[in-house]
């Protein structure tokens, strides 16, 4: 299993905490997991969208460079169980989904077949991106398609209908479930032994480095198990 993971430094000193979560969690279910680090610095650590977007684009691009199966991930993630079965399954990408606010891509998973739709996704999330924050900004472009996520997120919806109903191409868009694939804010108390990856963002982070912020409902044994990989 290939590991695309960007290390992106946005001045916290955090990151490098957790990409050794991120490599140690990975590497000790999935032994020989290959990770292939997309380091880089912000061009403005101030600009939060750009740094995400920056992020996006990178490891999108890393992905298509490969030319083989990988999964892209943000580097937020702990690995509780192996994620390679993904690919026993029929796709050209695979996305995580959850009932609110739909995608998040914080975990997806690429085959050189869907290289095309990944270009045009990239390409979608920089035209999104400009739209938002440019010269004329429309600052609720993303409120009026909250249903998706944020700007990749909305990207990836934008392209998939232009796709179908545009283009009329076939692309195969399997949905994974967030619960299982990629335990967000929405998932966090229903981990269980069937979770394969957790996303250790927002509240989980911030109680991840600091014990006097209060632990989310249901994550003591997640933030115990961060800590002890981070030692």
């Not at 490891?59 to 690995?79: G, H, N, R, S, W």
């Not at 169980?81 to 975990?107: C, E, P, Q």
């Not at 077949?113 to 990944?118: H, K, L, Q, R």
């Not at 429309?138 to 700007?151: Q, V």
């Amino acid at each position: 299993m290939r590991l695309i993971v960007v290390n992106q430094d946005n001045g916290t000193g955090r990151i490098d905490a957790m990409f050794k979560v991120f490599k140690a969690s990975a590497l000790a279910v999935m032994p020989t997991a290959e990770i292939v680090e997309v380091k880089f610095p912000p061009l403005d650590p101030k600009n939060r969208a750009l740094m995400i977007n920056q992020a996006f684009v990178a490891a999108a691009k890393e992905a298509i460079k490969t030319q083989e199966p990988c999964a892209v991930c943000d580097v937020d993630l702990m690995f509780l169980r192996s994620i390679d079965d993904a690919f026993a399954s029929d796709f050209d990408v695979a996305v995580t989904t959850r009932d609110k606010m739909k995608y998040n891509t914080g975990l997806w998973f690429y085959r050189p077949s869907g290289e095309e739709f990944v270009s045009d996704w990239i390409d979608n999330s920089i035209r999104i991106y400009e739209k938002v924050h440019g010269p004329r900004p429309d600052k609720d472009y993303i409120t009026k398609n909250a249903e998706h996520g944020g700007i990749d997120q909305t990207a990836l919806a934008a392209t998939r209908a232009i796709w179908e109903h545009l283009y009329e191409k076939k692309i195969g868009v399997l949905e994974l479930p967030c619960k299982e694939w990629n335990a967000t804010q929405s998932e966090w108390e229903f981990v269980d032994s069937f979770t394969r990856v957790v996303h250790v963002k927002s509240q989980l982070r911030n109680a991840c480095f600091n014990r006097n912020i209060a632990v989310p409902k249901g994550c003591s044994a997640i933030v115990k198990q961060w800590g002890e990989y981070v030692k």
